[in-house]
Every structure is written in C-alpha cells, then in structure tokens.
C-alpha cells in the first residue's frame, strides 16, 4: 500500500519519498552561495602537475578502492583542506570510481568516518 503524502512548511502536499520544490530551490541557493565563496580547482591545487600525477597513479591503481570497478578519481583519504604536505602525499591517496567518490566517499565524510 503505498505511503500517503505529506505537507511542506510551506503547504504544499508533497508525495511521499519526494521533495518540494521549495525544499529544491532553498538546497540550490545554499549551493551557490557556498560555490560563489569556494576556490577555483586551480586555486586548490589542481594544476597540471596534478593531472600528471594522477595520471600516473590511474594507471598504477585502475580498480576503485571500494568496489573494484575502474577507478577515475584519484581520492585524498583524509582531505587536505589545503594542507600541501597531504595534498601531495601519496599515502594518502586512493584510486576510486566516479560513482564511489561521489556517494559512497562524500558519505563518509559527512558522517565523520573519515
């Protein structure tokens, strides 16, 4: 039996499993706020040295770290958050497929795990 729906704060009726569009439009805002205030990838340390590098480390690691896919990220472990030293520490990296970085990995950072 399928689950009835539910009422935004904003009043709308929303079915059940999905979002409002105000719910939506406010995460798309904070998003760009917070994008507006970020460094550039360059700015961060993704130069063309870095595309070297992790050239060289796919094609040392070619399987994802988690679930053996082919890997097309080249992952910081702990982030780096600047920190040069760790940017470029090697034992630090893990090779990784889009699909794990974006959801498997970003969970776990959010959830503290890492």
């Not at 995460?27 to 961060?44: F, L, M, N, T, V």
């Not at 070297?52 to 690691?61: D, P, Q, T």
């Not at 890997?71 to 760790?86: C, Q």
């Amino acid at each position: 039996m399928p689950r009835p729906p539910h009422i935004c704060a904003c009043g709308r009726l929303v079915p059940h499993g999905e979002r409002c569009t105000c719910q939506k439009d406010a995460d798309r805002a904070r998003k760009r706020r917070h994008d507006a205030k970020r460094p550039s990838a360059r700015e961060r340390g993704y130069t063309t040295d870095w595309e070297k590098e992790r050239a060289a480390f796919l094609e040392a690691h070619p399987c994802c770290a988690i679930c053996g896919a082919v890997a097309s990220v080249v992952d910081h472990i702990t982030p780096h958050k600047g920190n040069k030293a760790l940017f470029w520490d090697r034992y630090n990296w893990q090779a990784l497929c889009k699909p794990c970085h974006d959801r498997v990995k970003q969970r776990q950072e959010r959830a503290g795990d890492v």
